[in-house]
T-cell receptor, first 113, second 112 residues
Framework: AQKITQTQPGMFVQEKEAVTLDCTYDTSDQSYGLFWYKQPSSGEMIFLIYQGSYDEQNATEGRYSLNFQKARKSANLVISASQLGDSAMYFCAMREFGNQFYFGTGTSLTVIP | NAGVTQTPKFQVLKTGQSMTLQCAQDMNHEYMSWYRQDPGMGLRLIHYSVGAGITDQGEVPNGYNVSRSTTEDFPLRLLSAAPSQTSVYFC???????????FGPGTRLTVT
């Protein structure tokens, strides 16, 4: 079974609108971490946000928030007020059992002016 | 403060050749990792280290060796290159396992 599933290969959003990128995960570990990274066309990986499995509040970092639904094993990324510079690949990732990291296959986001 | 550096940026190998991809960080991070990124497959963890002298396998370790003799350096060795190892390789480091991972710029490797 896939550890991280991102079901949206590509998404479009109008500039200044909000967008949600979906991520579901599979783990039997009780202590795990969830991450989102951005990869622009230039290729570098940029950290966006982190959520720990024991965190009760949803994580927020500026325009990014993580909608954490533990029972549903989902960790969706919400980007508010999209900007043209948000066009990139977005990867959801999970750390489980100490130091094993798994990344999803990514969602390509295009922001339309 | 250079962050995470990787060399080389590009490399072409013939099947059966060996080489070492270099990775260094100057942030005094204990955690370092190597990933490969293939089209449509996201990043996959090859090996990781939680400190000098300590390494462990990730999801796809076969064909690769690592060592960690210093906190700063974490080289990845390809023992006998195969076309299946054609990929983009990223090195990353972090302060702790649930902290932001800082990624290097990547090495694009082609094995013919």
């Amino acid at each position: 079974a896939q550890k991280i599933t991102q079901t949206q290969p590509g998404m479009f959003v109008q500039e200044k609108e909000a967008v949600t990128l979906d991520c579901t995960y599979d783990t039997s570990d009780q202590s795990y971490g969830l991450f989102w990274y951005k990869q622009p066309s230039s290729g570098e990986m940029i950290f966006l946000i982190y959520q720990g499995s024991y965190d009760e509040q949803n994580a927020t970092e500026g325009r990014y928030s993580l909608n954490f639904q533990k029972a549903r094993k989902s960790a969706n990324l919400v980007i508010s007020a999209s900007q043209l510079g948000d066009s990139a690949m977005y990867f959801c990732a999970m750390r489980e059992f100490g130091n094993q990291f798994y990344f999803g296959t990514g969602t390509s986001l295009t922001v339309i002016p | 403060n250079a962050g995470v550096t990787q060399t080389p940026k590009f490399q072409v190998l013939k099947t059966g050749q060996s080489m070492t991809l270099q990775c260094a960080q100057d942030m005094n991070h204990e955690y370092m990792s190597w990933y490969r990124q293939d089209p449509g497959m996201g990043l996959r963890l090859i090996h990781y280290s939680v400190g000098a002298g300590i390494t462990d396998q990730g999801e796809v370790p076969n064909g690769y060796n690592v060592s960690r003799s210093t906190t700063e350096d974490f080289p990845l060795r390809l023992l006998s290159a195969a076309p299946s190892q054609t990929s983009v390789y990223f090195c990353a480091s972090s302060y702790g396992k649930d902290n932001e991972q800082y990624f290097g710029p990547g090495t694009r490797l082609t094995v013919t």
